[in-house]
């Protein structure tokens, strides 16, 4: 392969990841992948389409721009705007049929303008603020948001959305607990004044994997989509609780070529600010990766994979480059495979021990992984 550094994308692994959660919430939910943050870093397009094959209903982007990608890629099923949209991009939003999540008046109001211009109705989601205290129509003034929404012209009440605050990363669920009651409350209200919502939706990977009380109308899952679990605590709180036999399966595998092999002898410096001093006669793999291609600059410790073996990672991460120590490593030659994330022999570095290693979550690690970079699909 020509490229410096790959990405491959595991399409038996994405189809199992859906599979799976689709065992979880039947059939009877709508089943509405995230695939926003160029689908966790695992390319966009090819993995909607991947997920639709695999019986996915619904997608749901950040972004008009990701929306206009699937829709350019001829994927027609119902997909879901979660951020926000500018006020001059509904229009464009509006005639690719997104669904938009609104709280704002001014936003509520151009969608209905531009449907009405279409001759279409616009399907809207409200997202009612439950505790999480990022978007969100405060719940004391729901009820008169939605009474106005129901009256203007060209616009369908199809949603009512919240989303939890800390749901992944305890084991204490009191607050998501407290949220779910805050949420149930308003579909009520909104029950009691004569404007019922067709589809409840609040749960995400965590939510869906433990909480079958959360699963309503439709689920909204990310990470787990892509193999990985929102948290350890939520990991250990499925194997403590659940037990019901759910997998999943780690889609990415992220590798590069050894660029030039050296001999460093003892005390000699490694990379900038001479932070890494060599004890023995040390050789060096030069690996053409860095904190550009997403390669984060904080990790003051970690392993690649060469011939199935791990080797240390030396010094600072450059813009471009790495540097690891392959003085155990007998063999290794120029341009020989390195696994940066995935397995190789009975060795394995995973999103997971990149984030420990940063001092950060799973998901920064693979969706910080520069879009640049060529995902190539794998069986």
Known sequence: MSELTWVEISESSLKNNIRQLRTIIGRNTLLCPCVKANAYGHGLVPTAKTFIDAGADWLSVNAVYEAQALRDAGITAPVYILGYVPLDSIAPAVDLNCRLVVYNMETLKAISAAAKKNGAAAKVHLKVETGTNRQGIPATDLNEFAAVANTLDNIVLEGLATHFANIEDTTDHSYAEHQLDRFQQAAAALKSAGLEIPLLHCANSAATILFQKTLFHMVRPGIACYGMWPSRETRDAYAREIKN???????????????????????????????????????????????????????????????????????????????????????????????????????????????????????????????????????
């Open 245 to 379: 036999g759910f997998k999943l399966s780690p889609a990415l595998t992220w590798k590069t070529k050894i660029a030039q092999i050296k001999p460093v002898p003892a005390g000699g410096c490694i990379g900038y600010g001479c932070t890494f001093r060599t004890e023995r006669p040390t050789t060096l793999a030069i690996i053409p990766v860095g904190y550009y291609d997403g390669y984060d600059r904080s990790l003051r410790r970690g392993h690649v994979l060469i011939r199935g073996r791990r080797a240390p990672v030396l010094g600072r991460i450059c813009m471009n480059i790495i540097m690891a120590d392959i003085t155990d490593i007998p063999g290794a030659a120029l341009e020989d495979e390195v696994v940066l994330i995935g397995s190789a022999g009975r060795e394995a570095v995973t999103a997971e021990d990149l984030a420990a290693w940063a001092g950060t979550i799973n998901y920064e690690i693979t969706t910080r992984i520069n879009e640049r970079i060529p995902r190539i699909p794998v069986e």
